[in-house]
């Protein structure tokens, strides 16, 4: 049986990497043609904020490569180096997008900062081609499409990288859309309203930065080995103690290891059982604790001895 569970273990990791890579490969082919237009249209287009969505997209394609080799690690089996396994890798992945996040919108906003006091100190931006438009809008329809697959990937599999993937891939759709705004609104309203790119470069890097944070809180706090939240805590101790035999639990420590849960506990039983009777009240436990939470979940449970009130 134990090999059995371990074999569909090794299985299910497999086809979740292979889910992963896929859509993740799919993101970096339409992230390279976007790099290499955007960036294109933006320089003949006369567009800051163009040429800064295409570094976006760059950005982009940076996180997929990120992904994919992380992933590729927290899906291998646990050994003596790693005995809880490899899923903090998945973890690290997803704060390495979010940090990539903020960086990329601090840039923005640092570029856009310096060219609105360009234009207050009188300086002149050239008005953005249509070429920059036709861009803003290919890009937002595309990658708003790439975030609408990855994110249902992502939560299909409940890979938190995947999501922040997908999160990096609807940030360049929202980068897109404040180029369009902006672009369109220099076009439109002529040379004296050119200042509209730059601003909208720098309402995108806000977009961007507070989506990075969100990314990057809850998987810091994981990597700090911080406990699960305490609904969650709470739903193991019922869980168990809804199990016939266990008397009380305490000593509960919990921790995320990726996308599977680590639970230590101490169970009491009743001491006048045998140590067969006690051992099968903590298998029981291990098997209810894993169907409410996932097969993947690592649970360590100390069987212990209740007073005997006689």
Not at 47 to 59: E, K, N, Q, R, T
Not at 235 to 263: C, P, Q, Y
Request: charged share 20%; glycine share 8%; net charge negative.
């Amino acid at each position: 049986m134990a090999g059995k569970a371990i074999c569909e273990e090794s299985v299910m990791r497999n086809t979740r990497e292979r889910e992963i890579q896929k859509i993740t490969l799919w993101g970096a082919v339409v992230n390279v043609v976007l790099t290499a237009g955007k960036i294109a249209a933006g320089v003949f287009g006369r567009s800051a904020a163009m040429v800064a969505d295409g570094v976006h997209s760059l950005s982009d394609l940076l996180s997929d490569i990120v992904v994919v080799v992380f992933t590729h690690i927290s899906s291998k089996e646990k050994d003596n180096e790693h005995s809880f396994g490899h899923g903090k890798f998945e973890t690290l992945a997803t704060l390495i997008v979010g940090v990539i996040l903020i960086v990329v919108g601090a840039d923005l906003m640092g570029k856009g900062v310096r060219s609105i006091f360009a234009v207050i100190q009188g300086q002149s931006i050239p008005r953005p081609g249509y070429v920059a438009l036709i861009a803003a809008a290919v890009s937002i329809v595309s990658k708003e499409i790439l975030y609408q697959f990855t994110a249902k990937v992502g939560k299909k599999i409940n890979s938190p990288v995947v999501i922040a993937n997908a999160w990096h891939h609807r940030s360049d759709a929202l980068s897109s859309i404040g180029a369009l705004i902006g672009i369109g609104g220099a076009i439109i309203l002529g040379d004296r309203w050119t200042i509209l790119d730059p601003i909208a470069s720098c309402a995108i890097s806000i977009a961007i930065i507070v989506v990075a944070v969100k990314i990057c809180m809850p998987n810091l706090a994981e990597l700090l080995d911080t406990a699960l939240p305490e609904e969650i805590q709470k739903e193991i101790m019922a869980t168990a103690l809804s199990v016939n035999g266990v008397k009380d639990i305490h000593e509960l420590k919990t921790r995320r290891n990726g996308i599977s849960f680590i639970i230590i506990a101490h169970v009491v039983v009743d001491p006048a059982i045998s140590v067969v009777e006690a051992h099968d009240i903590a298998t029981e436990l291990e098997t209810a604790l894993k169907i409410r939470f996932g097969q993947e979940s690592q649970i360590n449970i100390h069987v212990e001895p209740g007073v005997d009130a006689q």
